[in-house]
Protein backbone atom coordinates (compact mmCIF):
# COMPACT_ATOMS: atom_id res chain seq x y z
CA UNK A 1 0.00 0.00 0.00
CA UNK A 2 0.78 3.44 -0.05
CA UNK A 3 3.39 4.77 2.13
CA UNK A 4 4.00 8.66 2.75
CA UNK A 5 7.47 10.28 4.30
CA UNK A 6 8.10 13.36 5.60
CA UNK A 7 10.64 15.61 5.80
CA UNK A 8 12.03 17.46 8.42
CA UNK A 9 10.05 16.75 11.67
CA UNK A 10 10.50 19.87 12.94
CA UNK A 11 11.21 23.16 11.25
CA UNK A 12 11.99 26.62 13.12
CA UNK A 13 13.00 29.34 11.27
CA UNK A 14 13.19 33.42 11.77
CA UNK A 15 9.87 35.57 10.75
CA UNK A 16 9.83 36.38 7.58
CA UNK A 17 11.84 33.40 6.19
CA UNK A 18 10.52 31.07 3.88
CA UNK A 19 9.96 27.19 5.37
CA UNK A 20 10.02 24.17 3.31
CA UNK A 21 8.70 21.02 4.14
CA UNK A 22 8.89 17.65 2.01
CA UNK A 23 6.95 14.36 1.01
CA UNK A 24 7.67 11.50 -0.87
CA UNK A 25 5.32 8.78 -1.76
CA UNK A 26 5.56 5.35 -2.83
CA UNK A 27 2.71 4.75 -5.19
CA UNK A 28 2.93 6.11 -8.48
CA UNK A 29 -0.97 5.62 -9.28
CA UNK A 30 -1.21 8.49 -6.16
CA UNK A 31 -2.23 11.53 -8.20
CA UNK A 32 -4.15 13.90 -5.84
CA UNK A 33 -1.82 15.51 -2.81
CA UNK A 34 -3.34 17.65 -0.05
CA UNK A 35 -1.24 19.66 2.84
CA UNK A 36 -2.96 20.13 6.03
CA UNK A 37 -2.08 22.63 8.39
CA UNK A 38 -3.07 21.31 12.28
CA UNK A 39 -3.07 23.62 15.27
CA UNK A 40 -2.51 22.26 18.65
CA UNK A 41 -6.24 20.73 20.10
CA UNK A 42 -7.83 21.64 16.60
CA UNK A 43 -8.90 19.85 13.44
CA UNK A 44 -6.41 19.68 10.55
CA UNK A 45 -7.56 22.20 7.77
CA UNK A 46 -6.63 22.05 4.48
CA UNK A 47 -4.41 24.38 3.28
CA UNK A 48 -3.30 23.30 -0.46
CA UNK A 49 -3.71 20.60 -2.90
CA UNK A 50 -2.28 19.57 -6.29
CA UNK A 51 -3.12 17.06 -8.52
CA UNK A 52 -0.93 15.19 -10.87
CA UNK A 53 -1.91 16.85 -13.82
CA UNK A 54 0.43 19.94 -13.07
CA UNK A 55 3.78 20.47 -11.15
CA UNK A 56 3.19 24.11 -9.26
CA UNK A 57 0.26 25.66 -7.43
CA UNK A 58 0.26 28.96 -5.64
CA UNK A 59 -2.02 30.35 -3.11
CA UNK A 60 -0.66 33.99 -1.54
CA UNK A 61 2.66 32.78 0.19
CA UNK A 62 2.03 29.49 -0.04
CA UNK A 63 2.76 26.93 -3.03
CA UNK A 64 3.10 23.26 -3.64
CA UNK A 65 5.47 21.60 -6.30
CA UNK A 66 5.21 17.90 -7.43
CA UNK A 67 7.61 15.96 -9.18
CA UNK A 68 5.63 12.96 -10.32
CA UNK A 69 8.96 11.32 -11.40
CA UNK A 70 10.93 11.40 -8.76
CA UNK A 71 7.61 11.25 -6.44
CA UNK A 72 7.98 13.69 -4.45
CA UNK A 73 6.28 16.92 -3.30
CA UNK A 74 7.05 19.98 -1.14
CA UNK A 75 5.43 22.59 0.78
CA UNK A 76 6.70 26.28 0.38
CA UNK A 77 5.90 29.04 2.82
CA UNK A 78 7.39 32.50 1.67
CA UNK A 79 7.34 35.42 4.28
CA UNK A 80 6.54 33.34 7.55
CA UNK A 81 4.64 34.76 10.37
CA UNK A 82 4.63 33.75 13.74
CA UNK A 83 0.85 32.59 13.19
CA UNK A 84 1.80 29.78 10.24
CA UNK A 85 3.65 28.03 13.46
CA UNK A 86 1.66 24.65 13.70
CA UNK A 87 1.99 21.39 12.79
CA UNK A 88 1.60 20.62 8.76
CA UNK A 89 0.99 17.14 7.20
CA UNK A 90 1.18 16.23 3.74
CA UNK A 91 -1.01 13.50 2.50
CA UNK A 92 -1.02 11.26 -0.95
CA UNK A 93 -4.57 9.67 -2.64
CA UNK A 94 -5.58 8.22 -5.68
CA UNK A 95 -8.46 10.45 -6.68
CA UNK A 96 -11.86 8.09 -7.13
CA UNK A 97 -10.69 6.33 -4.03
CA UNK A 98 -11.52 7.09 -0.63
CA UNK A 99 -8.84 7.41 1.85
CA UNK A 100 -5.66 9.77 2.15
CA UNK A 101 -2.67 8.19 3.58
CA UNK A 102 -0.73 11.23 5.36
CA UNK A 103 2.42 12.08 6.35
CA UNK A 104 3.99 11.82 9.82
CA UNK A 105 4.12 15.87 10.21
CA UNK A 106 6.01 18.82 10.29
CA UNK A 107 6.00 21.02 13.58
CA UNK A 108 6.64 24.48 11.91
CA UNK A 109 7.65 27.35 14.75
CA UNK A 110 8.36 30.77 13.46
CA UNK A 111 10.31 32.94 15.92
CA UNK A 112 9.43 36.46 15.93
CA UNK B 1 -19.57 28.12 6.26
CA UNK B 2 -21.25 24.81 7.03
CA UNK B 3 -18.53 22.05 9.00
CA UNK B 4 -18.50 18.67 10.31
CA UNK B 5 -19.51 18.52 13.98
CA UNK B 6 -18.29 15.67 16.48
CA UNK B 7 -19.93 14.68 20.21
CA UNK B 8 -18.45 14.40 23.06
CA UNK B 9 -15.07 16.86 22.22
CA UNK B 10 -13.56 14.34 24.90
CA UNK B 11 -14.73 11.18 26.46
CA UNK B 12 -13.02 9.12 29.39
CA UNK B 13 -13.86 5.29 29.38
CA UNK B 14 -12.96 2.68 32.08
CA UNK B 15 -11.31 0.22 29.43
CA UNK B 16 -13.38 -3.03 28.49
CA UNK B 17 -16.20 -0.29 28.37
CA UNK B 18 -17.96 0.35 25.06
CA UNK B 19 -17.98 4.23 23.43
CA UNK B 20 -19.77 5.54 20.48
CA UNK B 21 -18.49 8.83 19.20
CA UNK B 22 -21.17 10.93 17.15
CA UNK B 23 -20.50 12.98 13.96
CA UNK B 24 -22.80 14.71 11.63
CA UNK B 25 -21.19 15.33 8.21
CA UNK B 26 -21.96 18.71 6.34
CA UNK B 27 -24.97 18.44 4.61
CA UNK B 28 -24.69 17.24 1.15
CA UNK B 29 -21.72 15.61 1.49
CA UNK B 30 -21.96 11.96 0.43
CA UNK B 31 -18.68 10.19 1.68
CA UNK B 32 -17.70 9.82 5.11
CA UNK B 33 -14.85 8.98 7.44
CA UNK B 34 -12.92 8.00 10.50
CA UNK B 35 -9.24 8.55 11.01
CA UNK B 36 -7.64 9.10 14.14
CA UNK B 37 -4.68 10.61 15.95
CA UNK B 38 -2.65 8.92 18.55
CA UNK B 39 -1.02 12.01 20.49
CA UNK B 40 1.70 13.53 18.51
CA UNK B 41 1.67 10.74 15.58
CA UNK B 42 0.46 11.21 12.15
CA UNK B 43 -3.44 11.26 11.72
CA UNK B 44 -4.58 7.39 10.39
CA UNK B 45 -7.27 6.43 8.05
CA UNK B 46 -9.72 3.84 9.58
CA UNK B 47 -12.94 3.51 7.31
CA UNK B 48 -14.78 5.24 4.64
CA UNK B 49 -18.59 4.80 4.26
CA UNK B 50 -20.38 5.58 1.53
CA UNK B 51 -24.37 4.35 0.28
CA UNK B 52 -25.14 2.90 3.78
CA UNK B 53 -22.01 0.72 3.55
CA UNK B 54 -18.13 0.43 4.17
CA UNK B 55 -16.19 1.31 1.28
CA UNK B 56 -12.90 0.58 2.44
CA UNK B 57 -11.38 0.21 6.04
CA UNK B 58 -7.64 -0.02 7.54
CA UNK B 59 -6.16 -2.82 9.25
CA UNK B 60 -6.54 -0.89 12.68
CA UNK B 61 -10.40 -1.37 11.99
CA UNK B 62 -11.20 -4.57 13.26
CA UNK B 63 -14.19 -5.89 14.77
CA UNK B 64 -13.83 -3.66 17.73
CA UNK B 65 -14.88 -1.15 15.57
CA UNK B 66 -18.09 -0.68 13.62
CA UNK B 67 -19.60 2.20 11.87
CA UNK B 68 -23.36 3.57 11.25
CA UNK B 69 -25.42 6.17 10.10
CA UNK B 70 -28.66 5.48 11.84
CA UNK B 71 -30.19 8.56 10.55
CA UNK B 72 -30.01 11.29 7.56
CA UNK B 73 -28.07 13.21 9.39
CA UNK B 74 -25.37 11.60 12.44
CA UNK B 75 -22.63 8.86 11.18
CA UNK B 76 -21.35 6.71 14.53
CA UNK B 77 -18.03 5.11 15.14
CA UNK B 78 -18.37 2.50 18.28
CA UNK B 79 -15.73 0.86 19.84
CA UNK B 80 -16.50 -2.35 21.31
CA UNK B 81 -14.11 -3.57 24.90
CA UNK B 82 -12.17 -0.34 24.58
CA UNK B 83 -8.38 -0.50 25.34
CA UNK B 84 -5.69 1.26 26.39
CA UNK B 85 -4.15 2.07 22.98
CA UNK B 86 -7.56 3.37 22.02
CA UNK B 87 -6.75 6.55 23.39
CA UNK B 88 -6.36 9.01 20.67
CA UNK B 89 -8.26 11.80 18.61
CA UNK B 90 -11.15 10.88 16.53
CA UNK B 91 -11.79 12.51 13.50
CA UNK B 92 -14.72 12.67 11.61
CA UNK B 93 -14.29 13.62 7.84
CA UNK B 94 -16.53 13.95 4.76
CA UNK B 95 -16.56 15.00 1.07
CA UNK B 96 -18.95 16.11 -1.04
CA UNK B 97 -18.97 14.22 -4.54
CA UNK B 98 -18.56 16.91 -6.70
CA UNK B 99 -15.26 18.29 -5.30
CA UNK B 100 -12.68 15.64 -5.88
CA UNK B 101 -10.84 14.76 -3.66
CA UNK B 102 -11.13 17.34 -0.96
CA UNK B 103 -12.34 16.27 2.47
CA UNK B 104 -13.30 18.13 5.60
CA UNK B 105 -12.28 17.30 9.32
CA UNK B 106 -14.48 17.75 12.09
CA UNK B 107 -12.96 19.32 15.40
CA UNK B 108 -12.16 15.62 16.44
CA UNK B 109 -13.02 13.51 20.03
CA UNK B 110 -10.28 13.13 22.50
CA UNK B 111 -10.86 9.58 23.71
CA UNK B 112 -9.00 9.01 26.98
CA UNK B 113 -9.11 5.02 27.69
CA UNK B 114 -8.50 4.80 31.49
Known amino acids: GENVEQHPSTLSVQEGDSAVIKCTYSDSASNYFPWYKQELGKRPQLIIDIRSNVGEKKDQRIAVTLNKTAKHFSLHITETQPEDSAVYFC???????????FGTGTRLKVLA | EPEVTQTPSHQVTQMGQEVILRCVPISNHLYFYWYRQILGQKVEFLVSFYNNEISEKSEIFDDQFSVERPDGSNFTLKIRSTKLEDSAMYFC????????????FGEGSWLTVV
Open chain 2, 93 to 104: ASKPRDRGNTIY
Open chain 1, 91 to 101: AASIEGTYKYI
